[in-house]
C-alpha cells in the first residue's frame, strides 16, 4: 500500500477509535487557475479536538516547501475578475475575518481567523500532515472555503497577504 493509502486509514482509524468520526469533515482540493477547478490533488480530513481544529492534509501536486493555508471568506473555488484579467479561485474573496480584525497575526495571533499553519510539500510535491488551529472550532468552517498558496507565508501584512503567493489549491466546506 502506498504512504499516502496508510495515512489516510491510520487517521481514519485513530478517529474511530477516538469516537471523533462522527463530526469529521473530507474536503477534496482540486488544482486552480484562471480557468476553474481543475484536477483532484487529494483530501483533507477536518475534526475537532480539545486543542481547536484539526486538518490532516494528504495532498499532491505541489511544488517542494512551504505554502501559506488558509481559511477564505466564500464557498467558492471559481476564478474571478480584477483588473480585466480572470485570477484562480478569486471568488473565494479574502482571508475569513468574522471579527473585521483586518491584520494577519497567524494560527495563535488575534488578527484574523482565517491563517492557518503552513503546509510543507516535500520533495515529491506531497503534502502529507496534521496541523492544528487553536482559536476555531467546526461551526466557523461552514460555508468557507480552503485555500493553499504558492510560497510560504509570514503572518504578517507586509509584504501584502505576508507574502503568501499565488492560489494553487482549493476546496469548499459545505
Known amino acids: 500500500m502506498k504512504p499516502r493509502g496508510m495515512a489516510v486509514i491510520a487517521t481514519a482509524l485513530f478517529l474511530l477509535l477516538s469516537g471523533c468520526a462522527k463530526h469529521s469533515v473530507t474536503v477534496k482540493m482540486h488544482k486552480v487557475s484562471d480557468t476553474g477547478e481543475g484536477a ?7 475534526t475537532p479536538t480539545k486543542k481547536g481544529v484539526q486538518f490532516q492534509v ?10 501559506g493555508f488558509h481559511i477564505h471568506q466564500n464557498p467558492s473555488c471559481a ?3 480584477k483588473e480585466g484579467k480572470l485570477v484562480a479561485a ?7 475575518d468574522p471579527h473585521h480584525t483586518k491584520k494577519h497575526a497567524g494560527p495563535y495571533g488575534n488578527g484574523h481567523l482565517g491563517d492557518l499553519p ?11 500532515m496534521a496541523v492544528i488551529a487553536p482559536r ?39
Do not use: W
Open 118 to 128: 503552513r503546509l510543507i510539500a516535500n520533495d515529491k510535491g506531497e503534502i502529507h
Open 136 to 174: 476555531l472550532t467546526m461551526k466557523d468552517l461552514k460555508g468557507h472555503s480552503l485555500m493553499i498558496h504558492m510560497g510560504g507565508d509570514n503572518y504578517t501584512d507586509t509584504p501584502p497577504m505576508g507574502g503568501g503567493g499565488a492560489r494553487v489549491s482549493c476546496g469548499v466546506m459545505n
Open 58 to 67: 494528504d495532498l499532491k501536486g505541489f511544488t517542494p516547501g512551504e505554502h
Open 90 to 96: 478569486l471568488a473565494a474573496d479574502g482571508h475569513f
Open 40 to 46: 483532484d490533488m487529494g483530501d483533507i480530513i477536518i
Open 79 to 81: 476564478a474571478g475578475e
